[in-house]
């Protein structure tokens, strides 16, 4: 995972754990409130899940592209 990634990840953590932290404290907190806090951590929640979907894939093809690298060599150097 690169920098920016674990930048999102602490964020959307700690964004995620403060709403619910408020939630839990604040016993009289109108249901609109809660709601839109409710809203917002699922938002992020989907958003961080692609984010690590997108690095997921990005990393099968790096894996892809290298083993295709090592056969291509690997190969050349059985002809030789």
């Given at each position: ?25 604040d ?17 992020l ?36």
């Open positions: 995972m690169n920098d920016t990634g674990k930048i999102i990840l602490a964020l959307t953590v700690g964004f995620a754990a403060g709403a619910i932290a408020t939630v839990l404290i016993r009289e907190m109108d249901d609109e409130t809660k709601e839109k806090i409710k809203s917002k951590a699922n938002e929640g989907d958003d961080l899940k692609k984010h690590y979907e997108d690095e997921i894939a990005s990393l099968k093809n790096k894996l892809n592209s290298l083993t295709e690298e090592f056969k291509q060599a690997t190969h050349m150097k059985t002809e030789e």
